[in-house]
């Protein structure tokens, strides 16, 4: 059994259900006139407007849902199996909602609150909590019936105009769950048959949820509900807060995917950007879990940095490519969001917000969830930085929260890429919480700018090749191979000393003990060198050794591994793997560690550079102080 999950009985359920029966049958809801008759005037076609002000006047109307589903096909009394099922889910919505509002009042005081308001009416600050809690909890039973709706309803592909908000009401949960039935009701008026019906059905639950979850920081108490996950087994639905599958949305993905052979040099990324592809599909829905997190190697997060101009765009869009290709084969609900500088706000706590819903759009368990920090040297800031805003300080503290903090739960169902042309402006801490380092140079040797050069021109020439082999320097393999084997030295200056004076020291590493004492090393030449970054190392030799190329046919066709059970996927993976290394040990110290001096090196040469330029201006501003006194203008200017 999940911990902390709330199972709801049909009892709970069955006690609401006369009053889901008289709502779907009529209800009464208020309407604003907002001073507009609904009575044409006689041969004009036009309604008759009072020139008084009546925005705030309201008057009744009647909704019947059972009459109006049925009218859509007027010739037959008996309603088809899709009318029925409307009819039936939204019935059956209705009584789940207000089961869960019960169950709200339960986990909060509202339910001693209105015990105690039966018996005498309540005063003061109970009263004010009372109605605080009234209306929170009404709030709870319109998006629980509009999540039940959007996940029930098969309503195939939804109409390109979305259907009006409904008019939200809060003052009572059965005063929400009848404005919701009269905007439905509004939304399926007029359609042609039951499939446009259903659409129409589908869609307005998804703007109900919508404009649910943008009202959100109206209400207070919603912290019990937030924390709750909510299981209804006879229909398998689950609540787990205000996470709504994002890969339910309609909305496809747009984006100009790019293929692996459109990417020149950047070796060691690209290959490992197609593995994290392979993996993210391995993940089993139902048992939630990524067989690649069990068995080590899983990649939650990295950081990919380079010079502009040099391919961390193109990146992206190859990674969510290539996933989004096998979400569609295995019929997965894929979701990528990327967090940029327009999140950042200036109201205090909008952009931990902002960013905290970004974070779990991506780690929802419904969805495969591939989520990218663009530019994160800008989105956050380091907290020694007193010119950053508030905001990009909240960024920095959710972000840091959620890829290694407390409460994060490493599922295997997604992935956070943070990138950035100036990895070294990025708050130390944050940066040591990504799992990898991703250098992405771009084309370096001779053999990449002409590809580079081939690939860009395209075909509208008639200019020979020459003595080249077209893209046989970016054979992956080969390729992969040969930038693994440079780092069998590191490259960094200050890393270099280190690795030579240990070898003068110890000889070529041959144990667990030699590899501790290069560690050691390491550490008290660069102190950022901490216990995390050993983590992030042994992780990423963790990944080596599961450096399995996962046989592309797997994914052509789904039953043949990503739609087989957990166990079974975990065993063909296991057959695959190997034991790591002493020159992948190696390989990926150098790797980490040229990464964090190279981060130092940059960030002391900014520093320096400020401080000469600080000075010269120093010295330029005394020179000029020294000549304005020679003329007896300094002091007339104090």
């Not at 902390?4 to 009985?9: E, F, P």
């Not at 979850?213 to 108490?221: D, K, V």
Request: net charge negative.
């Amino acid at each position: 059994m999940d911990i902390g999950l709330t199972r709801i009985d049909e009892e709970d359920i069955a006690k609401h259900r006369s009053t889901a029966q008289s709502f779907v049958t009529r209800v009464i809801v208020m309407k604003e006139t907002g001073g507009r008759s609904d009575t044409a005037l006689a041969g004009t076609g036009r309604r008759f407007v009072s020139t008084i002000s009546t925005g705030g006047m309201k008057r009744t109307r009647e909704v019947e849902l059972t009459k109006q589903i049925a009218a859509i096909r007027p010739d037959d009394q008996m309603l088809t199996p899709m009318q029925h099922n409307l009819l039936y889910r939204t019935r059956r919505g209705i009584a789940v909602a207000l089961a869960v509002a019960d169950a709200y009042a339960r986990q909060t005081e509202l339910e001693s609150l209105q015990a105690r308001n039966l018996s005498a009416p309540l005063q003061g600050d109970d009263a004010v909590r009372f109605k605080t809690l009234v209306n929170a909890a009404a709030y709870v039973s319109a998006f629980t019936l509009s999540a039940y709706l959007l996940h029930m309803l098969d309503g195939g592909t939804e109409p390109v105009n979305d259907p009006d908000e409904p008019d939200f009401l809060f003052d009572t949960a059965q005063d929400a769950l009848k404005g919701l039935i009269a905007g439905l009701a509004n939304a399926i008026d007029g359609a042609a048959d039951e499939t446009a019906m259903l659409q129409r059905a589908k869609a307005f639950a998804r703007v109900a949820v919508d404009g649910l979850l943008g009202r959100r920081g109206r209400f207070t108490g919603l912290g019990a509900f937030e924390n709750s996950h909510i299981r209804i087994e006879a229909d398998d639905f689950t609540i787990n807060g205000f996470d709504v599958a994002p890969g339910e949305r309609r909305k496809p993905l747009v984006m100009q995917f790019k293929k692996p052979n459109e990417i020149i040099g950047n070796h060691i990324a690209k290959y490992q950007a197609t593995k994290l592809a392979k993996m993210l599909v391995a993940y089993d829905f139902d048992r939630q879990l990524n067989p690649f997190v069990e068995l080590g190697g899983f990649l939650f997060t990295f950081v990919g940095d380079g010079a502009p101009g040099t391919g961390k765009t193109i990146l992206i869009q190859m990674i969510a490519g290539l996933i989004n290709d096998y979400c569609e084969i295995a019929g997965y609900p894929f979701h990528y969001e990327n967090f940029g500088v327009d999140q950042i706000s200036s109201y205090q706590g909008k952009s931990g917000q902002n960013c905290k819903e970004f974070v779990n759009n991506i780690v929802n368990p419904k969805a495969i969830g591939f989520g990218t920090v663009d530019d994160i040297d800008q989105v956050a800031a380091k907290r020694s930085d007193d010119r950053a805003s508030a905001g990009q300080h909240e960024v920095t503290a959710v972000l840091m929260e959620s890829f290694a903090g407390a409460t994060t739960v490493v599922r295997g169902n997604c992935s956070f890429g943070m990138f950035s042309n100036y990895p070294e402006n990025v708050d130390d801490a944050l940066r040591q919480r990504a799992g990898a380092r991703w250098l992405v140079d771009g084309p370096q040797t001779l053999e990449d700018y002409v590809d580079i050069f081939v690939l860009l021109a395209g075909k509208n020439h008639d200019i020979p090749l020459g003595e080249h082999d077209l893209y046989e320097a970016q054979a992956i393999k080969q390729a992969v191979a040969a930038a693994y084997e440079g780092h069998d030295r590191p490259k960094e200056d200050g890393l270099v000393a280190v690795y030579e004076r240990f070898l003068e020291e110890r000889g070529e590493p041959r144990t667990m003990a030699d590899v501790g004492d290069y560690l050691h090393r390491i550490k008290l030449a660069e102190p950022r060198f901490t216990g995390r970054a050993i983590k992030n190392i042994t992780d990423a030799i963790k990944m080596r050794a599961m450096d399995i190329d996962l046989p592309d046919d797997w994914f052509e066709a789904p039953e043949t591994f990503m739609h087989k059970s957990y166990d079974d996927k975990k065993a063909m993976i296991e057959e695959l793997r190997g034991p790591f290394t002493m020159a992948m040990v190696m390989q990926e110290i150098n790797r980490y560690a040229d990464s964090e001096f190279r981060y130092t090196d940059k960030s002391d040469q900014a520093a320096i550079e400020t401080m000469i330029r600080n000075e010269r201006l120093r010295e330029r501003a005394a020179a000029e102080i020294a000549e304005l006194k020679a003329k007896g203008l300094w002091s007339k200017r104090c």
